[in-house]
């Protein structure tokens, strides 16, 4: 069973940073790909960035710019660089792991954490 643990959520004011961490319990380069989610009240879950085991990288348009996503494969450790913070970027921020192949799709989650930016 894979286990994701995030931290590094917090309350912040409109400007600020925060540094999103996820810990995972097994090898992350077994994992074809991994993000960060957010879900904001009464929204649906959105992809914010992922990362493939490759490296490529992707970002919603909305966060362009402003976050980065990144890896220490050491420490089986995903990252998100949040700079320049909006009150529009409040949300619990998830980090998901997938496992594909063949027919199958394996998503894990972690616990989520709180981001708040206050304006």
């Known amino acids: 069973q894979v286990q994701l643990v995030e931290s590094g959520g917090g309350l912040v004011q409109a400007g600020g940073s925060l540094r999103l961490s996820c810990v995972a319990s097994?090898?992350?380069?077994?994992?074809?790909?991994m993000g960060w989610y957010r879900q904001a009240p009464g929204k649906q879950r959105e992809l914010v960035a992922g990362?493939?085991?490759?490296?490529?990288?992707n970002y919603a348009d909305s966060v362009k710019g402003r976050f980065t996503i990144s890896r220490d494969t050491t420490k089986n450790t995903m990252y998100l660089q949040m700079n320049n913070l909006k009150p529009e970027d409040t949300a619990v921020y998830y980090c998901?792991?997938?496992?594909?192949?063949?027919?199958?799709?394996?998503?894990?989650w972690g616990q989520g954490t709180q981001v708040t930016v206050s304006s």
């Open positions: 097994v090898n992350i380069f077994s994992m074809n790909a």
């Open positions: 990362i493939t085991s490759y490296g490529t990288r």
């Open positions: 998901n792991a997938r496992r594909s192949g063949g027919a199958y799709i394996t998503d894990y």
